[in-house]
Structure formats: C-alpha cells, structure tokens
C-alpha cells in the first residue's frame, strides 16, 4: 500500500503498510512483517476534505424580483475599428439581418447587421469615427 521511511534514534526504518482494517495494520519493518492493532482509530483519523457550509440566499427585493420592460436592443460593435459609411437614418424601421454600416477593421471591410426586428432609436456613431469592440452603435426599439 503505502512506503515510509522513518528515523527513531538514530536507526532508520523502511515501513511498508501492507493491510489495514478498521482494528489492525499489517505493516513489515525492514523485511520482518508484524500485525498491530490500533485502539480507537475513528477518533484519530480526520477528514482533509473541507465542509461546506453554505450561507442563506436573500430574499430578493422588489425591484429584483420584477421583470423590467425591455427598452430596447443595443447593436454594439464586434471589433475595435473605424465607421465607413452608416446605412439607415433614425426612425428607420429594420428587420433581424438587416445591413446597418460597415466598418473597417484590421483592414478589412465589415457589416454590421441588425440582431432584432424594430425601429432605428437611436446612432451613437458618426461615420469616419473610431469605435472599440462592444462600443455601442445602435439602439433598436
């Protein structure tokens, strides 16, 4: 089972466990095997596995605990990059897919498409300007 070396007064000792049960080891010192027994071994032995103690969830409040009306979905941008041409005006009512602008990233051109069907709230971006990845773009009511 398990090897161990050990140093009592000097002597070294090569202790191999060989059986263990609740009462009794049969452990062999340096070639010579023995059976000890073991007294009240279950107050000895002590788990490492930590306990777990979960602490109570709180009640959520009012304002947690209702739905919040949807004001509207944001179109925010999946790259740092800079705004070549916008393709819709305020007002403008788009469907889920729709081509909003494009934009150049990494030296490449890229469209960026409506997430949800709706009406064009409101452009947070004007053409020519730099924008980061998750900066937001648009509003769509």
Same mark, same amino acid.
């Not at 609740?22 to 095997?33: F, R, S, Y």
């Given at each position: ?5 050990f140093? #009592? ?7 191999? #466990?060989?059986?263990?049960d609740?009462?009794?080891?049969? &452990? ?6 023995y ?6 071994i ?10 777990? &103690?979960?602490?109570?969830? %709180? ?18 941008? %999946?790259?740092?990059?800079? &705004? ?29 498409? *409506?997430? *949800?069907?709706?009406?064009? *709230?409101k ?19």
């Open positions: 089972m398990k090897k161990y070396k140093k #009592i007064r000097g002597n070294e000792y090569d202790v191999e #466990i060989k059986d263990f609740n009462t009794t080891a049969e &452990i062999e010192v340096n070639g010579t095997t059976t000890v027994e073991l007294e009240n279950k107050s000895q032995l002590k788990t490492k596995t930590p306990k777990l &103690i979960r602490s109570s969830v %709180p009640t959520p409040s009012h304002k947690e605990s209702t739905i919040q009306k949807n004001e509207g979905s944001s179109v925010k941008s %999946p790259l740092p990059g800079t &705004i070549v041409k916008i393709l819709v005006k305020e007002g403008d009512k788009v469907k889920e897919g729709d081509k909003l602008l494009t934009m150049e990233a990494m030296k490449m051109e890229n469209n960026v498409l *409506a997430e *949800a069907s709706g009406t064009i *709230a452009i947070h971006v004007t053409e020519a300007q730099t924008v980061l990845q998750n900066d937001t773009l648009f509003t769509i009511s």
